[in-house]
């Protein structure tokens, strides 16, 4: 029986320590994509109850409901109190979208889920009402999301936010 000299047992120790490397770079590798991965769940979520509250302050009442689809419409019809509610709603509004405008860009918003956020912000900004508002406030919001906004807005088909409110008095 051979025995090992002092070089061999040294490069057999280190094809163990690379080895014991390798393995610890995958599951490195694997526990970042796992990370990644509920972050995304994650911030998800996150906007998912911020659009959830957003919509249950529009539905909470018929006045509400009523000044956003004024003030969506036509802008320059609401009176002074209703601007204000009107613009406290935009503020919220375009505040949601930027935040996961932002997550997007860093990764932390998976592309499904912001695909269908950002046609429901393009379409939104498209009504006149809140592309009244946005062109007011715009210096409240980074300048990097607002140039994306108009951007996109130009190359984005948008969809009629009312159509089927037109639908459904068509059939009443």
Aim: with cysteine; glycine share 6%; charged share 20%.
């Amino acid at each position: 029986m051979e025995t090992l000299t002092l070089e061999q047992a040294y490069f057999i120790g280190e094809l163990i320590a690379a080895f014991g490397v390798i393995v610890s770079l995958l599951y490195l590798g694997r526990q970042m994509k796992q990370n990644t991965e509920a972050n995304q769940v994650n911030a998800a979520q996150v906007f998912v109850d911020m659009f959830n509250t957003f919509t249950a302050s529009l539905g909470s009442s018929d006045d509400m409901a009523d000044i956003w689809y004024r003030g969506t419409s036509d802008y320059q019809s609401l009176n002074v109190q209703e601007t204000i509610r009107f613009n406290a709603l935009a503020h919220q509004w375009f505040r949601i979208i930027e935040s996961a405008y932002q997550q997007w860009k860093r990764g932390a918003v998976d592309k499904d889920f912001w695909v269908g956020l950002s046609n429901c912000a393009l379409d939104s900004y498209s009504v006149p009402g809140l592309a009244a508002y946005s062109q007011i406030r715009q210096h409240w919001h980074g300048p990097e999301f607002m140039k994306w906004l108009e951007s996109t807005k130009r190359n984005h088909e948008s969809k009629d936010l009312y159509a089927f409110l037109e639908q459904k008095n068509n059939k009443l």
